[in-house]
Each structure stands twice: as C-alpha cells, then as structure tokens.
C-alpha cells in the first residue's frame, strides 16, 4: 500500500499542480476509500481507458521537469489494488484529478 500511495503521490506532483490532497475514511461500508486529489490539468479522455495498463502514458506535459517515467506506476497502483482485492479508479476535470482506491 505504501507503494501505491508513493506512486499516486509521485504522479501529483509531477503532472498536477497547486494543493495535493489524500483523504482516507472508515466506515464506507465494506470498503476503505483512500484518494489522491491534485490540481491542474485533466488528463486528456482518449487516455482513460488505458492509463492503468503497462507502459501506457498519457501525454502531460511533465510540469516538475522530472525525467520522463516508463509508464508502469498507474500499472503498479492497479496491480497492488487487485492484489488487495480492491480496485483504483480516476476522475479528471477542468478541476482536477482524483485517483480512488477501494481496498476490503
């Protein structure tokens, strides 16, 4: 789990901008929900569908002026959440984006 979240974290930082937020809540029924929030740009919707699997990049442009990653963290985040029997999911707006993982 801490590697998901340093990869959630770690993609807020370097695609989003402004305030970072990661709430997590008890009492969801029989589910946990854990979010990463950032500010900035939406990610495009073409690159919805595919931003969980391998090697998949949405084109973003790198705001921290961080060396280009390969592409797997959002892989990672989806394999640990299905590991967990849990699920990631993602919305992204002129607002925003939130990352939402649901963990048993």
């Known amino acids: 789990m801490a590697q998901l979240l340093t990869n959630l ?3 807020a930082v370097r695609y989003g901008s402004g305030r970072i937020v ?3 809540a008890a009492g969801h029924g029989e589910f946990i ?3 990463v929030s950032n500010e900035g740009n939406p990610i495009p919707e073409n690159a919805l569908p595919t931003l969980f699997d391998p090697l998949s990049r949405a084109s ?3 705001r921290s002026g961080l060396a280009a990653s390969m592409g797997l963290g959002l892989y990672i985040c ?5 590991a967990h029997q849990g699920s990631i999911s993602v ?3 002129e607002h925003g984006t939130r990352f939402t993982v649901r963990i048993p």
């Open 33 to 35: 929900p854990i979010a």
């Open 60 to 62: 973003l442009p790198n």
């Open 78 to 82: 989806r394999c640990i959440a299905i």
């Open 91 to 93: 919305e992204s707006n």
């Open 9 to 11: 974290l770690a993609n």
């Open 22 to 24: 990661v709430e997590a």
